[in-house]
């Protein structure tokens, strides 16, 4: 008898440059086919600045060919479009390696590390205090600085934590995980969603970080009102766990790996860098609420903050470069994906097709009501969210056509933003494209079907919450 093994194909992603480089090459043949055409613009005066916006009901239709030249992009606009896209994101691009190497010094002096581990050590065995306290730092660490794949090492830090407490291995999977990322969801001085977004359209300052703010409690409230029902429940009757039956294994094997969150001594140095952050993080926030401080001057406070960390910690020189460098390395990424992601851009501006596409989205929602347009805005871009886990790079590919329609349904452009984060945070939340969700729960040791059984109601909330948040923000 012959042996026949049957595999099954595993369900791949495009890689983000791939998918990025095969939109250039859609909008560019979509230039051939797709009428040319404008709005016209005007200069509004706003309470943040002047800004530049379409004028609702003045399209008009622009000839393919003509005189002026030809409007159809070809194979060379195609293969400029990389190198066009990261010239016209050039600010944003190196915003984003900037604030990334501060926060290569940062991490290097080891001072968040040592501190959280400093804080579990003294809180002890009082879990009651801890996991509010855990998840409301982690939420603010999403909050105003994206904080992602940085927080696994503490995966495996909370899940000894937990088990030792009588816990089980999902509870240490939602603290770190739901902290920060709940966190990214109601981003309010985030350099990588917020401040890249109003960036790519043309918002200067933050000028809904008070409705933000109102909105990061609100959502940090719940998800630690979630977790510890979940964390009582599950110590009032540990056999409700999914989880219940590895982790008794788990707990055989565990106490030999305490040593490993007490390695981390927090020094003097360490606790005059994490004052100084915070310190940095309340100036950012005055500065841009009162000074209108924009990516200049936010690159330059973490710029401080990122050589205090270096000088304090005696790195030395070199140390400090090279960590730095690291630093930008780390997020070389997301400012790659910004910039070639512009070249979209470019293209469907040098065809002029971009405002024909608006003219007929709005034209197709005229007279939606807003609860629907948010509703199926936020579905959208949930979805799309899945395949571009960045906020970042999200924001550079949704940005230019979201913000402009949003504008031209008479609604508030930082409805657009307010999306943006909303909805990339809502995506690596439920599907398993973030690293951070497939490496968290790796760790963990639970599955991919144990969190959705859990938490879909949790997260079913969080999407209703986020598409009220999300109208709000276009009626302020």
């Known amino acids: 008898m012959r042996n026949t093994t049957l595999t099954k194909k595993k369900l791949t992603f495009p890689h983000v440059f791939s998918l990025v480089f095969f939109l250039i090459i859609v909008t560019a043949i979509a230039t051939w ?39 159809r992009q070809g194979f ?128 200067t300052g933050n000028p809904q970080l008070n409705f933000r703010m109102i909105a990061w409690v609100v959502y940090t409230a719940l998800t630690v009102a979630w977790v510890m029902w979940y964390a009582n429940r599950i110590k009032k009757n540990p056999e409700k766990s999914l989880c219940y039956e590895s982790d008794r294994k788990k707990r055989d094997e565990i106490m030999a790996k305490t040593a490993e969150m007490d390695a981390h001594e927090f020094t003097v140095a360490q606790k005059l860098i994490c004052a100084v952050y915070v310190i940095g993080l309340v100036v950012m926030v005055y500065g841009l609420m009162k000074l209108d401080w924009y990516m200049d001057e936010i690159c330059a406070v973490f710029f401080v ?65 807003t609860v629907i347009f948010v509703v199926l805005l936020y579905i959208v871009m949930v979805l799309f969210g899945a395949l571009v886990p960045s906020s970042s790079g999200m924001a550079a590919l949704t940005m230019p056509v979201i913000a402009p329609l949003v504008e031209l349904m008479g609604m508030n452009p930082e409805a657009a933003v307010t999306a943006l984060h909303h909805c990339c945070g809502m995506a690596v939340m439920i599907f398993p494209t973030g690293s951070i969700l497939v490496a968290g729960l790796a760790i963990c040791g639970c599955t991919l079907p144990q969190y959705w059984k859990t938490t879909w109601k949790f997260l079913l909330t969080l999407g209703i919450m986020s598409c009220i948040t999300i109208g709000i923000s276009a009626v302020l």
């Not at 915003?95 to 579990?120: K, M, N, Q, R, T």
């Not at 809180?123 to 998840?135: A, H, M, Q, S, T």
């Not at 990588?192 to 790519?200: D, K, M, N, P, R």
Request: charged share 15%; with cysteine; glycine share 12%.
């Open 305 to 369: 903050i990122g050589l205090f960390a270096g000088i304090v910690s005696r790195m030395g020189e070199k140390k400090m470069a090279v960590s730095f460098l690291t630093g930008m390395k780390d997020f070389m990424f997301t400012a790659a994906v910004i910039g070639l992601a512009k070249g979209i851009l470019v293209v469907a501006q040098d065809g002029m097709i971009l405002d024909t596409i608006l003219n007929a989205l709005v034209n197709m929602l005229n007279g939606t009501p």
């Open 76 to 203: 060379g606009s195609i293969l400029m479009a990389p190198v066009k896209g990261m010239q016209a994101a050039a600010q944003v691009v190196f915003f984003v390696l900037v604030v990334g190497g501060a926060f290569g010094i940062i991490e290097s002096s080891g001072a968040i590390v040592a501190g959280l581990s400093a804080l579990i050590r003294k809180l002890g065995k009082k879990d009651y205090l801890l996991i509010p306290i855990i998840l409301v730092l982690f939420s603010l660490a999403g909050s105003t600085n994206g904080m992602g794949e940085e927080a696994i090492p503490f995966f495996a830090v909370f899940l000894t934590l937990c088990l030792q407490m009588g816990y089980d291995s999902l509870l240490a999977f939602f603290i770190v995980f739901f902290g920060c990322r709940v966190g990214c969801v109601v981003s309010t001085i985030n350099p990588f969603s917020v401040l890249v977004s109003q960036g790519i359209i043309g918002i």
């Open 33 to 71: 086919f797709i009428p040319s055409g404008s709005f016209a613009r005007q200069e509004v005066k706003t309470s943040i600045g002047t800004r530049t916006v379409a004028v609702a009901g003045s399209y008009e239709g622009v000839e393919k060919v003509s005189e002026d030249g030809d409007l």
